[in-house]
């Protein structure tokens, strides 16, 4: 099976926690986290690679800087969520409970993992809840 268009290599993974951290970023400055070279091979890397997100929308060239600097358009939340929900759809018909399910099982939680999930369910039911004037 072949990867979705939206879908995010490493090495493009890579690229976006370097923007994550520090914004909008040129690709010298990228290929010197990311490589610790800025010379040709390492800027020749990562423009393919940035080449390749800015197709996929997930960031962004500004044009009217110069050096062009570039920038995430999807914070790390989106693409979690984005990630989670074409694991849900490809491993269980979409639904997310047996992927919730599997990782609660699987990983350990500390108490303040696990206050913060009760947090969120509860803010959940609360919104899902119906309104007092509703019957």
């Known amino acids: ?14 690229v976006l926690e370097v923007l994550w951290r520090h914004g909008a970023a040129t690709m010298r400055y990228l290929a010197g986290q ?15 690679l940035l080449t390749r997100l800015v197709a996929k929308k997930i960031v962004a ?4 800087e110069s050096p062009i600097r570039f920038r995430p358009t999807i914070d790390r939340d989106e693409l979690i969520a984005r990630r989670l ?19 609660v099982k699987s990983t350990p939680f500390s108490d303040s993992d696990r206050q913060k999930m009760l947090a ?4 959940l039911d609360e919104r899902d809840a119906p309104d007092d004037g509703e019957r």
């Open 1 to 14: 099976m072949g990867r979705t268009a939206h879908d995010v290599t490493e090495a493009e993974l890579a």
């Open 34 to 48: 990311l490589y610790n070279d800025e010379g040709p091979s390492a800027c020749a890397t990562v423009q393919k």
């Open 61 to 64: 060239r500004s044009a009217k």
């Open 85 to 103: 929900r074409e694991t849900a759809q490809r491993l269980c018909d979409g639904s997310l409970t047996p992927l919730l399910t599997q990782l």
């Open 120 to 123: 969120l369910i509860d803010k």
